[in-house]
C-alpha cells in the first residue's frame, strides 16, 4: 500500500505570492494534519482535518487555510507568502481511531526568496 | 499553552556508546509519542507510550513514561550508525501533537 504522498516535493516562491500544496492519506485513513518543521525545530501542528471537517488549528495566522475532499486528500493553502514561511510542510495522516499515531509524508520543501 | 522540552538538543557519541533523550511536559501528558527523523526525511512513529510508569523496549532502544506523566526518555544502548538522527517527542494536545524540538544524534564510527 502506498503511504502519505505530498505534492510538489520542492517549491520555490517570491514574497506575497500563493502557494497550495496537496496531500493524499494512506488508503483507509480519514484524517490529515498538517505540519510546519522549520530547520532545527520540531514540527509545529497547522490544521487537522476529519471527515471534511475542520478538527483542530494552531497558532498560525488567517493567511493560512486548508480543506479535504471527499476522497479525504487535502490542501495547505498559503497567502501573501513571507520568507518566515520557508520550512518543510508536512503531511500526516491518521486512522482516525484513538491511538492518534500520525504517519507523515515526505514533505513539500518551501523557500520564499 | 502545552509546551514539551527535549533535552540535550544535540548528542554525539562513538559507535557502541550508550544514548539517552529526555522529555518533559509543562502539563500532564495522556499519552505520549516518539517519533525518529533521518537527515532529510521524515517523522516516523516509533512508539506509544499511555500507562504511568510504563517501559516499552524495542530491541536496543527502551522508552519509559514518568509516573507522573510529565516527563519520558528514550535510551539506546551500543549506539550504531543506523541510529543517527533526530529523535522527538510528542504529547497530544486536544487533537494536535506538540513536538519537542528533538535531540538530534550523531555516531562516529
Known amino acids: 500500500d502506498a503511504g502519505v504522498t505530498q505534492s510538489p516535493t520542492h517549491l520555490i516562491k517570491t514574497r506575497g505570492q500563493h502557494v497550495t500544496l496537496r496531500c493524499s492519506p494512506i488508503?483507509?485513513?480519514?484524517?490529515v494534519s498538517w505540519y510546519q518543521q522549520v530547520l532545527g525545530q520540531g514540527p509545529q501542528f497547522i490544521f487537522q482535518?476529519?471527515?471534511?471537517?475542520?478538527?483542530g488549528r494552531g497558532n498560525f495566522p488567517d493567511r493560512f487555510s486548508a480543506r479535504q475532499f471527499p476522497n479525504y486528500s487535502s490542501e495547505l493553502n498559503v497567502n501573501a507568502l513571507l520568507l518566515g514561511d520557508s520550512a518543510l510542510y508536512l503531511c500526516?495522516?491518521?486512522?482516525?481511531?484513538?491511538?492518534?499515531?500520525?504517519?507523515f509524508g515526505a514533505g513539500t520543501r518551501l523557500s520564499v526568496l | 499553552g502545552q509546551q514539551v522540552m527535549q533535552i540535550p538538543q544535540y548528542q554525539h557519541v562513538q559507535e557502541g556508546e550508550d544514548f539517552t533523550t529526555y522529555c518533559n511536559s509543562s502539563?500532564?501528558?495522556?499519552?505520549i509519542q516518539w517519533y525518529k527523523q533521518r537527515p532529510g526525511g521524515h517523522p516516523v512513529f516509533l512508539i506509544q507510550?499511555?500507562?504511568?510508569?510504563e517501559v516499552k523496549k524495542q530491541k536496543r532502544l527502551t522508552f519509559q513514561f514518568g509516573e507522573a506523566k510529565k516527563n519520558s526518555s528514550l535510551h539506546i544502548t551500543a549506539t550504531q550508525t543506523t541510529d543517527v538522527g533526530t529523535y522527538f517527542c510528542?504529547?497530544?494536545?486536544?487533537?494536535?501533537?506538540?513536538f519537542g524540538k528533538g535531540t538530534t544524534l550523531s555516531v562516529s564510527s
Open positions: 507510550l499511555v500507562k504511568s510508569g
Open positions: 482535518y476529519y471527515e471534511k471537517e475542520e478538527r
Open positions: 502539563t500532564t501528558l495522556s499519552n
Open positions: 510528542a504529547g497530544i494536545a486536544g487533537t494536535a501533537l506538540i
Open positions: 500526516a495522516s491518521m486512522t482516525g481511531g484513538t491511538k492518534n499515531i500520525q504517519y
Open positions: 488508503s483507509g485513513h480519514k484524517s
